[in-house]
């Protein structure tokens, strides 16, 4: 059992709770009972740290309950965590029906509570810009509640993907408050994509200028909604 926080396994898996250091080794931390088993039916782990004696398939440390504390990102850590390898990146889409776009989405909460209405309503992929929260980052992790390791999730830049969509006859709708029509006037069609956009500024007019049209809801008292909402409402609409 490790009990010293400085101890050099630790310290390097401490490091992961930086971005530079997720990305440079391919790897993130998973913490809590529910994901845990969530990513080793993902089967995407590569160690399992416990401060309980249990000795699972995977690769096992462990460790003492202050190095837990240590270890974790919440006040109450539950006596177990791992160490999950990140999903491969690849360089295509598959042949997809539905498909939701995030441009500059930065809330944690609102990017991990999109991932789990898009597995909810059977979306086929997330693609997220480069300039998006972190999908690594523990309160999109948390927010997912496991999502993360069922969604097809890519990382890569807007245009490119929106220029691949529309190759595979994916008609790729904005959400925007102005020059847009009324979510209800559009018909459901066999493929589609529907980018949202950054919580205070939306999208950016040249991915604007790129979709084939776009789209509001029609809401009552307040201007717009938050983001995650937003897209569970399309999400479902257009299922």
Known sequence: MITSTQNETIKNIMKLKQKKYRDELGLFLVEGYHLVEEARKAKCVETIITTTSEIYEEKTIHVSSNVMEKLVFTKTPQPIMAICYKKNQRDYFF????????DRVQDPGNVGTILRSA???GYDAIIMSKDCVDLYNDKVIRSTQGALFQMNVYIMDLK??????KKQGVQV???????????QSYQKQEKMAFVMGNEGQGISEEILDVCDDLLYIPICSVESLNVSIAASIIMYHFL
């Open 95 to 102: 042949e997809g029906k539905r498909y939701l776009l995030l």
């Open 119 to 121: 597995l909810a309503f």
């Open 160 to 165: 490119t993907a929106i220029d691949e969509l």
């Open 173 to 183: 709708y904005g959400t925007a408050l102005r020059h847009a029509h009324n979510i």
